[in-house]
């Protein structure tokens, strides 16, 4: 539990519902780790490392007005049981009104769909409508995450487990280490969620995405799920009249043999 529950629950103390969500120094450890195993920046930035063919999850949260957007992308290493920071990018509010999803949000998603093997885009509808629409419509892998109740709750923990068991990696990446620092975690009734504090001029957007992105990676277990996977039996009807059909050869070496002794070999 936060330390902040465990005095609620354990030691039945008064505290407040809301407390840093993970310290920062966890964050830090993370990208010693990760400069450890050579993750040295973002995997769109990184052709020769072993890390790029890795499925990726992208996560979005989109701010329009007086907020940040952020895309945080993770991987998932099955043999190693580790989440590796793959990309991320934040854009700050303007003066002069709304960001242009299109040239900021949609185009740093076309262009890491392009570099990485991204599997899924995991995405709050808030603010997002249209751009959802515009993804979905070009047959990208998008799946819908709000960021209230069961979704959030669960994706917290997930971030909060990976950075406390030490099975998060990173690369060196000064906004999302301010956005987690600034993050906050609220405790309610469901469960521990990452919030924003009321009337904070820091922004915590790409922590936000950074746990939903986290999540998706574990729940897919680091596995391509965005294209079925088809599998034929050889011994099948359907498989015969497809050509993939293929007899028994029998082992020279057993030519000596009654054929029922003798060994199948396809």
């Known amino acids: 539990l936060p330390p902040l529950q465990f005095l609620r629950l354990h030691r039945n103390m008064w505290v407040s519902n809301e407390d840093q969500f993970i310290p920062v120094e966890w964050f830090d450890a993370a990208v010693e780790r990760g400069e450890a195993i050579g993750l040295m920046g973002p995997l769109t930035m990184m052709s020769e490392s072993p890390f790029r063919n890795y499925p990726v999850s992208l996560a979005v949260d989109v ?8 895309v945080v992308g993770t991987y998932y290493d099955v043999k190693r049981g580790r989440v590796g920071l793959a990309c991320c990018a934040v854009w700050n509010p303007t003066k002069m009104g709304e960001i242009d999803l299109e040239a900021t949000v949609e185009a740093y998603i076309h262009e890491v769909y392009k570099k990485l093997k991204v599997i899924s885009i995991v995405y709050d509808p ?20 709000t960021q209230s109740g069961d979704p959030m709750i669960k994706a917290s923990k997930a ?20 956005h987690l620092r600034y993050a906050i975690g609220k405790a309610t009734p469901r469960g521990f969620r990452i919030a924003k504090e009321k ?3 820091y922004p915590n957007d790409a922590a936000v995405a950074l746990a939903m992105s986290v999540y998706d990676s574990i729940e897919r ?3 391509d799920t965005s294209r079925p996977i088809v599998l034929r039996s050889q011994f099948t009807d359907g498989a015969r009249d497809m050509g993939s059909y ?11 043999l009654p054929a029922p002794l003798r060994s199948r070999v396809y």
């Open 126 to 145: 808030s603010n997002f409508h249209r751009s959802m629409t515009t993804l979905k419509n070009m047959r990208y892998p998008m799946f819908e995450m």
């Open 63 to 70: 701010g329009v007005k007086q907020d940040c957007s952020a």
């Open 199 to 201: 009337n904070s001029k």
């Open 159 to 178: 971030l909060y487990d990976s950075h406390r068991n030490g099975t998060f990696e990173s690369y060196k990446e000064p906004e999302l280490r301010d």
């Open 246 to 256: 293929q007899r028994p050869k029998q082992r020279e070496d057993e030519g000596w």
């Open 221 to 223: 277990g680091g596995i």
